[in-house]
């Protein structure tokens, strides 16, 4: 079974920069197959999502509120997917989760019940 395991969160004054990282763990799986997305989940609200990137790379898209701040990348054969934060806003403080879908899910049509493979999450705090 795919299991994804996410790192780079941390605590970051206002206007900084994280980069998070998704591996996959398990003998035999490679993200390389997988249409991969990000979500982040703040106290009280609702999971959303943040960005996706397609198994090729080919495809990304970005919810509003992170466009023009936060990118998200791949390394085909690395078998890891990244999400880079730059000018960190408190409002983004949440844990972020990356998740795994079929390699056929688009990113402009995914929703989240398509991501059926989930990490534990990783905290990002934005705070001075």
């Known amino acids: 079974q795919l299991q994804l395991v996410e790192s780079g969160g941390g605590l970051v004054q206002p206007g900084g920069s994280l980069s998070l990282s998704c591996e996959a763990s398990?003998?035999?799986?490679?993200?390389?197959?997988?249409?991969i997305g990000w979500f982040r989940q703040a106290p009280g609200k609702e999971r959303e999502g943040v960005s996706c990137i397609s198994s090729s790379g080919s495809t990304t898209t970005y919810a509003d509120f992170v466009k023009g701040r936060f990118a998200i990348s791949r390394k085909i054969g690395a078998n890891t997917v990244y999400l880079q934060m730059n000018s960190l806003k408190p409002e983004d403080t949440a844990v972020y989760y990356c998740a795994a879908a079929h390699i056929r899910t688009g990113c402009y049509e995914a929703v989240r019940g398509d991501f059926r493979s989930w990490g534990q999450g990783t905290q990002v705090t934005v705070s001075s």
């Open positions: 398990g003998a035999g799986f490679s993200l390389d197959y997988y249409t």
